[in-house]
């Protein structure tokens, strides 16, 4: 009895201080909903980003704009409702969606976040256009390795493989919107799903 109390009293410590060193509260409807929503975003601009190459000269400058519009949609959307979620499973946990992990949380999640955003804009207004799947895929999956230290382990799997992802797009150009679609949109639902499902446990 003595034994199995002290092996609980260690489980106990470990909780703590994984929540006191650790975001625990990223739910698996974030990720679900993120999907869900690169999925739509994906039907809008199937028709604008479809098969193409990488010379601007293949699309005309409207519908650039458009593509970029739809992509900013998105990852406002993806971002709302991923907060939403978010901020549920917080309270539900008993613990504030904004302190010290939240907040090293972002930091390693934006850095690269936006290095690979700039990146991607600047080469996509000098007409590489084909290059915008790989690079935010590749870039998505470098901000979610490094965010991986602060919060659910299993984030840095989905980072990884968003990466393997970026780089086989890259030899596929023409093909980008096919990856992303996987990338943003299937494996986000099969991460969420996975981290929805694993915590009913």
């Known amino acids: 009895m003595k034994e199995q109390e002290y092996i609980n009293d260690l489980k106990e410590i470990k909780d703590i201080m994984n929540r006191s060193s650790r975001f625990l509260s990223l739910s698996g409807l974030s990720g679900i909903s993120a999907g869900i929503c690169a999925l739509i975003g994906a039907y809008f601009a199937y028709d604008i980003l479809f098969n193409i190459g990488y010379d601007r000269n293949f699309i005309g400058e409207k519908k650039i704009n458009a593509l970029v519009l739809i992509g900013v949609l998105t990852l406002v959307t993806a971002i709302v409702s991923a907060l939403y979620f978010t901020l549920n499973e917080a309270k539900k946990n008993n613990q504030k969606l904004w302190d010290l992990q939240a907040k090293r949380l972002l930091i390693n999640l934006f850095i690269p976040l ?14 590489f256009i084909g290059l915008a799947a790989p690079l935010t895929l590749i870039f998505y999956g470098l901000a979610l390795v490094n965010a991986s230290k602060y919060t659910n382990s299993e984030l840095r799997g989905l980072g990884i493989f968003e990466i393997i992802l970026g780089l086989l797009a890259s030899q596929f150009i023409g093909y980008g919107l096919w990856f992303w679609i996987v990338g943003f949109g299937f494996l986000h639902i099969a991460y969420g799903c996975y981290m929805y499902f694993n915590t009913k446990k």
């Open 114 to 127: 936006a290095t690979g955003g700039i990146l991607t804009l600047s080469l996509v207004e000098k007409g």
